[in-house]
């Protein structure tokens, strides 16, 4: 499998459920960072969390990271019909300067 | 807000025709980066760029592409003799330091026909 590999690979549910996207990875990393990517779009960071660290909440996001099982989870609670869209994790890996993408998970979220 | 910027937002060339992506970072980031994305595929790491040098760069970069900073302000990627194949939304990305979250531009889409 590949660096980053993301489940499931799309999810779709209605307004106000939760949605949980994991990660996992295969390297040791730095930091694990998640971004959101509207259709056609930039990605947008939303939130990176530290090798050290295991959970960080940013608003309606909660990130988790274990890096004995090298895996991540973001949540979106709440869902609203405006965050359909791609979200990515990406890895920052020792020893090197750059970010390396998953997969993704697209996500629809139904009015 | 600072963000990255890209042009053109869309490119047409002719397969075998040289192209060039420009990007300008955010002023104060040190670390350069260009990925690519196929239509509906992941996002794919190209080259990373600092110091004025590239730092790392991937299978993907092969001597078809080349990375420059002309005037310590723009970052730009050219393909010298585009394939089919190079089709793909480019993003030019930008961050302060390593270990950071990068800011992506807003990407160019480029069709080679």
């Known amino acids: 499998s590949q660096q980053g590999e993301e489940d499931p690979q799309a999810l779709s549910i209605q307004e106000g459920e939760n949605a949980t996207m994991n990660c996992s990875y295969k390297?040791?990393?730095?930091?694990l960072q998640w971004y959101r990517q509207n259709s056609g779009r930039g990605l947008v960071h939303l939130i990176l969390?530290?090798?050290?660290?295991r959970e960080k909440h940013s608003g309606r996001l909660r990130v988790t990271l274990d890096t004995s099982k090298k895996s991540s989870s973001l949540l979106i609670t709440a869902s609203r019909a405006a965050d359909t869209a791609s979200y990515f994790c990406?890895?920052?890996?020792?020893?090197?300067?750059?970010?390396?993408f998953g997969t993704g998970t697209r996500l629809q979220v139904f009015p | 807000e600072p963000e990255v910027t890209q042009t053109p937002s869309h490119q047409v060339t002719q397969m075998g025709q040289e192209v060039i992506l420009r990007c300008v970072p955010i002023s104060n980031h040190l670390y350069f980066y260009w990925y690519r994305q196929i239509l509906g595929q992941k996002v794919e790491f190209l080259v990373s760029f600092y110091n004025n040098e590239i730092s790392e760069k991937s299978e993907i970069f092969d001597d078809q592409f080349s990375v420059e900073r002309p005037d310590g302000s723009n970052f730009t990627l050219k393909i010298r003799s585009t394939k089919l194949e190079d089709s793909a939304m480019y993003f030019c990305?930008?961050?302060?330091?390593?270990?950071?979250?990068?800011?992506f531009g807003q990407g160019t889409r480029l069709t080679v026909v």
């Open positions: 390297t040791s990393i730095n930091n």
């Open positions: 990406a890895t920052d890996e020792w020893n090197t300067d750059k970010l390396i």
């Open positions: 990305a930008s961050r302060p330091g390593t270990v950071t979250e990068a800011f």
């Open positions: 969390i530290r090798s050290n660290e």
